[in-house]
Nanobody, 124 residues
Framework: QVQLVESGGGLVQAGGSLKLSCAAS????????MGWFRQAPGKEREFVAA????????YYADSLKGRFIISRDNAENTVYLQMNSLKPEDTAVYYC?????????????????WGRGTQVTVSS
């Protein structure tokens, strides 16, 4: 099993920044990717970004490219999501997840392990 624990969420004013962290522990794999998703109240969960652990190749949701930055620390088994210029519509629970697959990173069904999420609230 893989355990994923998100942290760093909170309340921030519009225009501000937050950095989320997701620490992974437990079973290790030779090849995988970690992704961030978010779910706003009353909406479906949507893809934010993903990063392949070994190569560092990065994928972003087109609508968030430029404001959100995903990165990783291999030594700490941690993935980060730097969120800048936050807007009220970024308010959501943010989840990190692990996929053992090699494609469709924006498809939540491709992910094998999930964290419990961290709440991000952006006030106007």
């Amino acid at each position: 099993q893989v355990q994923l624990v998100e942290s760093g969420g909170g309340l921030v004013q519009a225009g501000g920044s937050l950095k989320l962290s997701c620490a992974a522990s437990g079973r290790t794999f030779s090849s995988y990717a970690m992704g961030w998703f978010r779910q706003a109240p009353g909406k479906e969960r949507e893809f934010v970004a993903a990063i392949r652990w070994t190569s560092g190749f990065i994928y972003y949701a087109d609508s968030l490219k430029g404001r959100f930055i995903i990165s990783r620390d291999n030594a700490e088994n941690t993935v980060y999501l730097q969120m800048n210029s936050l807007k009220p519509e970024d308010t959501a629970v943010y989840y990190c997840a692990v996929t053992l697959g090699y494609s469709d990173y924006d498809n939540e069904e491709m992910y094998d392990y999930w964290g419990r999420g961290t709440q991000v609230t952006v006030s106007s």
